[in-house]
């Protein structure tokens, strides 16, 4: 007897194959089963999908030839149906075939692997359980706020939303319910999701730390993109076999085969890297709440500045409004009852031009370095200027394949394209009319550091020395081990003054920083993206919460977070005074609410990229008339199409197109319906390189 089976591979996204390939085997295979089937002159890794139908050959009706599976991964455990369904439902909220999405979540070594790499592959002995090696810790009592936290994590369903200060002990408590879940069931499994795992090495050892004595050095694995091939599989093994209690990993991870998962963890649940943005555009938070409640796990969401949209689905019952699905658990203070910086808003209205450090920020700097206390100057631009300018003929230093201009990079002396990656060497003189007198307009941190080893060459550590001044960014960390090389020096206090981008902003635990300050924050006061004004609270937030860590430290004056602005007194800078986050999500939400924005509405994003904006407009105005009566009937919004911020990328041009909803059912009903009308169009717009659906789009 043959069966017909279902199996999902990784078609390309538009070819509008999209489901499952249907093979046929002389033998049945669970769902889940991976096998390498053929397709065209190519075999390819797929998932057996759905149920097996035998089917008898009576040989009256020619059957439409099936090819025959080519062959089956031999002892490796099905997929289970829970991580299927995961699969399935992400594909189809996010709008693309289920066989993408399966096969991206798989280690690509599966795919790559031979059937006799394969089989020798699985032969390799399972070594012993190694001992931990690593220093063992003190295992800190909780706070009566963590208590109170644990406790209600241990009572309650979730999904919690752990709205907890910076420093208020959020880890520890991930650590500990963790403790709870691996102790209650010996089989349980957690996952503990970040947005990136470079930038806090830490994390990683403080889980090692307390689990490895205990349940081995095997007992944590991580799951991130800087791993090799290899690694990727040993370690998607070892959670899909169960061996690996704990996976700690990036948004990918939210797909990894976990049998006994118990408990997910989102740390700074705010963070945008959760977003995937290129194929599948997934919220890895968002799924990790639908994969919570799939598998009966709990999830815990944790931030000091939660992402409006959690915030709102937390809030607690008033008179107009039923509570949120998420449980809010607060944990306001600090431990050790250290105490938020103060923060110091400096009005540049009132500085002569042209300033970047007002004198009393630089006075309280060079105080402080003197005393051997640590800064942070934030300033979210790399390069040394974004743009290189003529003085005489207004000549800028524009990329010629984007509609953008080319960041002057001085160290290396030259114009990169932050979009396309085009880079020259910086012209002697002005291209257009040989002019020498070219200069750079605006600032960045490598023009920040330069600038600051000059105000403050003068300074002296306690110890004599002079002043050290680092700078972390995307350009500094390019090198493998950089970014965790620097910090480490951080750490070690080899460094007084730390100039950075958003990197050094977040999550890590630097204890003897005291002073932080940040500079050029304006643009998003009054930026076109309505998320703006969220993101740059948050990361202000973020930042000020690296100083005063340390309450043992015997500080001559308070922790102190300086803000210069041309807009002191705008409501946001206010509440970063207050550290009030909740008045800040509140009146963010008022105007979200007038304006009916997510989280009062929901949102997806078409975009299309050709080779002339109109025929990218072409297409989307297309596809907009096509959708028009359904959207109609379904009260969803469609608007016209309009060039992206960044029109022109690499000689591409970009447009896209905005779809709204106040249901997010009828959105995605819309969205599934409307799907095969692109495809179609598509064929009809051959100039159309690219498209695709971003639902719930971060950036608009
Ligand atoms: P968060 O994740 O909220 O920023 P952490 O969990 O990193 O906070 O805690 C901040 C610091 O306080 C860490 O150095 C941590 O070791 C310490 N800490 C956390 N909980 C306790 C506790 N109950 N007793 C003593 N120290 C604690
Ligand atoms: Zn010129
Ligand atoms: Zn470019």
Same mark, same amino acid.
């Given at each position: 007897m043959s069966h017909q089976i279902s199996v999902m591979v990784h078609t390309p996204a538009h070819s509008g194959i999209g489901g499952a390939l249907t093979y046929e085997s002389g033998t049945a295979h669970t769902a889940g089963t991976l096998v390498r089937v053929p397709l065209g002159s190519r075999e390819l890794l797929g998932v057996v999908w759905g149920g097996a139908a035998p089917h008898a050959d009576s040989g009256e009706t020619a059957p439409m030839q099936l090819r025959a599976i080519a062959s089956v991964l031999e002892g490796l455990t099905p997929l289970n149906a829970h991580w299927r369904q995961l699969v399935q439902f992400a594909a189809s909220y996010y709008q693309r075939s289920a066989g993408e999405v399966a096969l991206a979540a798989l280690p690509s070594q599966l795919r790559d692997l031979s059937a006799e790499q394969w089989a020798r592959r699985l032969k390799? *002995?399972? *070594?012993?359980?190694?001992?931990?090696?690593?220093?063992?810790?003190?295992?800190?009592?909780?706070?009566?706020?963590?208590?109170?936290?644990?406790?209600?994590?241990?009572?309650? *369903?979730?999904?919690?939303?752990?709205?907890?200060?910076?420093?208020?002990?959020?880890?520890?408590?991930?650590?500990?319910?963790?403790?709870?879940?691996?102790?209650?069931?010996?089989?349980?499994?957690?996952?503990?999701?970040?947005?990136?795992?470079?930038?806090?090495?830490?994390?990683?050892?403080?889980?090692?730390?307390?689990?490895?004595?205990?349940?081995?050095a095997d007992c944590l694995v991580s799951m991130h993109s800087s791993l090799t091939p290899a690694q990727r599989l040993k370690n998607w093994l070892a959670a899909h076999s169960g061996e690996a209690r704990i996976v700690l990993g990036t948004r990918m991870a939210v797909f990894a085969s976990m049998p006994h998962l118990?408990?997910?963890?989102?740390?700074?649940?705010?963070?945008?890297?959760? *977003?995937?943005?290129?194929?599948?555009?997934?919220?890895?938070?968002?799924?990790?709440?639908?994969?919570?409640?799939l598998e009966g796990a709990k999830v815990i969401l944790g931030s000091a500045t939660p992402s409006l949209e959690s915030w709102h689905h937390s809030r607690p019952v008033t008179t107009s409004e039923p509570a949120g699905r998420y449980m809010r658990l607060a944990m306001p203070s600090r431990v050790?009852?250290?105490?938020?910086?103060?923060?110091r808003r400096v009005d540049m209205n009132r500085q002569p031009y042209k300033t970047v450090f007002s004198n009393h920020l630089l006075d309280a700097m060079r105080e402080r370095v003197t005393r051997g206390e640590q800064i942070l100057v934030l300033l979210n631009r790399r390069g040394y200027a974004p743009v290189l300018n003529c003085n005489d003929c207004g000549w800028k230093s524009e990329c010629p394949h984007c509609s953008a201009f080319r960041v002057f990079h001085k160290l290396d002396r030259t114009l990169r394209c932050h979009h396309c990656g085009f880079t020259q060497p910086v012209p002697r003189a002005c291209p257009s009319c040989g002019n020498l007198d070219i200069s750079p307009l605006g600032r960045g941190t490598e023009q920040l550091e330069e600038h600051l080893a000059e105000l403050l060459a003068d300074v002296r550590r306690p110890d004599g020395e002079p002043i050290r001044i680092a700078r972390i960014d995307a350009d500094s960390t390019r090198l493998k081990g950089e970014l965790e090389r620097q910090l480490a020096e951080v750490h070690a206090g080899a460094v007084d003054v730390l100039v950075g981008t958003q990197m050094i902003a977040k999550g890590h635990d630097f204890r003897r920083v005291t002073l932080v300050a940040a500079l050029?924050? $304006?643009?998003?006061?009054?930026?076109?993206?309505?998320?703006?004004?969220?993101?740059?609270?948050?990361?202000?937030m973020q930042a000020a919460g690296r100083?005063?860590? $340390?309450?043992?430290?015997?500080?001559?004056?308070?922790?102190?977070?300086?803000?210069?602005?041309h807009h002191p007194q705008h409501p946001l800078f206010e509440a970063l005074k207050q550290h009030d986050y909740p008045a800040f999500a509140e009146q963010q939400l008022k105007e979200r609410e007038q304006a009916t924005l997510p989280p009062f509405s929901f949102q997806a994003l078409v975009r299309a990229e050709a080779r002339s904006q109109e025929a990218a407009q072409g297409f989307l105005n297309a596809a907009r008339e096509a959708g028009a009566a359904l959207a109609d009937e379904l009260m969803v919004d469609l608007y016209p199409a309009v060039p992206m911020t960044i029109q022109r990328v690499a000689n591409i041009e970009r447009a896209q197109m905005l779809i709204e909803c106040t249901s997010r059912k009828a959105l995605q009903h819309f969205l599934a319906h409307w799907q095969a009308d692109l495809h179609a169009l598509r064929n009809a717009h051959r100039q159309v390189i690219r498209w695709a659906v971003d639902v719930d789009p971060l950036a608009i």
């Amino acid at each position: 007897m043959s069966h017909q089976i279902s199996v999902m591979v990784h078609t390309p996204a538009h070819s509008g194959i999209g489901g499952a390939l249907t093979y046929e085997s002389g033998t049945a295979h669970t769902a889940g089963t991976l096998v390498r089937v053929p397709l065209g002159s190519r075999e390819l890794l797929g998932v057996v999908w759905g149920g097996a139908a035998p089917h008898a050959d009576s040989g009256e009706t020619a059957p439409m030839q099936l090819r025959a599976i080519a062959s089956v991964l031999e002892g490796l455990t099905p997929l289970n149906a829970h991580w299927r369904q995961l699969v399935q439902f992400a594909a189809s909220y996010y709008q693309r075939s289920a066989g993408e999405v399966a096969l991206a979540a798989l280690p690509s070594q599966l795919r790559d692997l031979s059937a006799e790499q394969w089989a020798r592959r699985l032969k390799r *002995k399972p *070594k012993v359980v190694a001992a931990y090696e690593g220093t063992t810790q003190t295992i800190p009592t909780p706070t009566e706020e963590q208590a109170q936290v644990l406790a209600d994590i241990a009572t309650h *369903k979730g999904p919690f939303l752990l709205f907890g200060n910076t420093g208020s002990g959020k880890t520890e408590v991930y650590l500990r319910a963790a403790q709870a879940v691996l102790e209650h069931n010996p089989q349980a499994q957690i996952l503990v999701m970040v947005p990136e795992i470079n930038l806090t090495p830490q994390l990683e050892e403080r889980f090692r730390a307390r689990f490895c004595p205990q349940w081995g050095a095997d007992c944590l694995v991580s799951m991130h993109s800087s791993l090799t091939p290899a690694q990727r599989l040993k370690n998607w093994l070892a959670a899909h076999s169960g061996e690996a209690r704990i996976v700690l990993g990036t948004r990918m991870a939210v797909f990894a085969s976990m049998p006994h998962l118990q408990l997910i963890v989102v740390d700074e649940e705010h963070d945008p890297s959760y *977003k995937q943005q290129e194929g599948a555009r997934y919220s890895a938070r968002d799924l990790a709440i639908y994969r919570g409640q799939l598998e009966g796990a709990k999830v815990i969401l944790g931030s000091a500045t939660p992402s409006l949209e959690s915030w709102h689905h937390s809030r607690p019952v008033t008179t107009s409004e039923p509570a949120g699905r998420y449980m809010r658990l607060a944990m306001p203070s600090r431990v050790g009852q250290g105490a938020l910086p103060l923060v110091r808003r400096v009005d540049m209205n009132r500085q002569p031009y042209k300033t970047v450090f007002s004198n009393h920020l630089l006075d309280a700097m060079r105080e402080r370095v003197t005393r051997g206390e640590q800064i942070l100057v934030l300033l979210n631009r790399r390069g040394y200027a974004p743009v290189l300018n003529c003085n005489d003929c207004g000549w800028k230093s524009e990329c010629p394949h984007c509609s953008a201009f080319r960041v002057f990079h001085k160290l290396d002396r030259t114009l990169r394209c932050h979009h396309c990656g085009f880079t020259q060497p910086v012209p002697r003189a002005c291209p257009s009319c040989g002019n020498l007198d070219i200069s750079p307009l605006g600032r960045g941190t490598e023009q920040l550091e330069e600038h600051l080893a000059e105000l403050l060459a003068d300074v002296r550590r306690p110890d004599g020395e002079p002043i050290r001044i680092a700078r972390i960014d995307a350009d500094s960390t390019r090198l493998k081990g950089e970014l965790e090389r620097q910090l480490a020096e951080v750490h070690a206090g080899a460094v007084d003054v730390l100039v950075g981008t958003q990197m050094i902003a977040k999550g890590h635990d630097f204890r003897r920083v005291t002073l932080v300050a940040a500079l050029n924050t $304006d643009g998003a006061l009054f930026s076109s993206d309505f998320r703006a004004p969220e993101r740059l609270f948050s990361l202000l937030m973020q930042a000020a919460g690296r100083a005063g860590r $340390d309450a043992t430290m015997n500080l001559v004056s308070p922790c102190e977070m300086w803000v210069q602005s041309h807009h002191p007194q705008h409501p946001l800078f206010e509440a970063l005074k207050q550290h009030d986050y909740p008045a800040f999500a509140e009146q963010q939400l008022k105007e979200r609410e007038q304006a009916t924005l997510p989280p009062f509405s929901f949102q997806a994003l078409v975009r299309a990229e050709a080779r002339s904006q109109e025929a990218a407009q072409g297409f989307l105005n297309a596809a907009r008339e096509a959708g028009a009566a359904l959207a109609d009937e379904l009260m969803v919004d469609l608007y016209p199409a309009v060039p992206m911020t960044i029109q022109r990328v690499a000689n591409i041009e970009r447009a896209q197109m905005l779809i709204e909803c106040t249901s997010r059912k009828a959105l995605q009903h819309f969205l599934a319906h409307w799907q095969a009308d692109l495809h179609a169009l598509r064929n009809a717009h051959r100039q159309v390189i690219r498209w695709a659906v971003d639902v719930d789009p971060l950036a608009i």
